[in-house]
């Protein structure tokens, strides 16, 4: 893999609201490197989500390029970008987003290229859940059920990771659970994390912190 797993060159992205077209991101340069965990922080309308979804290919940029291993993602069809998406870039949300009517088990096999319950098993084991196989949302906390989030991230060995907000929805005791796991699955595991958070104590487990602000990296 290139040790540059992402390169935004001077991006823009811009979105029509009504009338009005508002600039999310206004000429971001930026590299994530291979295994670094990357915090971005900013105000509501910083452009920090925009940026975590351009860095997942669920959007292109309306001017300027992002790289992901050397190739720009416009020169990718749909189809393409929805492989690359599923075999190499992990997903977690604020909110959980699992499937009500599915074990915690069924919810980290269902992303899975070629389902396998006992890989999915381990994955429960590595988050801590191995007693949680056969339980269902409503008999989870909210740390757990992130945790299930993150093994079903985990499904195709991505080599990216990016979590929007991971700890939005927890107390302090379950946000620390959350991000000593993240910070284990990139210093044990080298797995590349970008990470959108409010909060200076999740920025305080990533090894660079990127501030936003109105469409601009501060620093």
Not at 133 to 154: N, P, W
Not at 162 to 174: K, Y
Request: charged share 20%; hydrophobic share 40%.
């Amino acid at each position: 893999m290139n040790n540059d797993v992402l390169v935004f060159n001077h991006v823009w992205k811009t979105y029509q609201m009504g009338t009005e077209e508002v600039m999310a991101l206004k000429g971001v340069n930026l590299i994530i490197n291979e295994g670094t965990f990357t915090a971005l922080m900013g105000p509501s309308g910083s452009g920090k989500s925009t940026l975590l979804h351009l860095a997942g290919i669920l959007d292109t940029p309306t001017k300027g390029a992002v790289l992901m291993n050397g190739k720009n993602i416009k020169e990718y069809s749909l189809k393409e970008q929805a492989k690359i998406r599923r075999a190499n870039i992990g997903f977690v949300f604020q909110r959980f987003n699992l499937m009500q009517q599915l074990t915690a088990l069924e919810n980290v096999m269902l992303p899975m290229i070629s389902p396998d319950s006992e890989k999915a098993k381990k994955l429960l084991d590595k988050v801590g859940l191995s007693d949680k196989y056969d339980r269902y949302h409503t008999q989870l906390s909210g740390g757990e059920q992130q945790r299930v989030s993150i093994a079903r991230a985990l499904a195709n060995d991505p080599s990216l990771l990016l979590a929007d907000e991971p700890t939005g929805e927890l107390d302090t005791q379950n946000t620390m659970i959350i991000m000593e796991l993240l910070q284990e699955l990139n210093q044990n595991d080298g797995l590349t994390i970008v990470e959108v958070t409010h909060d200076p104590l999740c920025a305080e487990y990533a090894d660079r912190v990127i501030k936003m602000q109105d469409g601009n990296i501060l620093r």
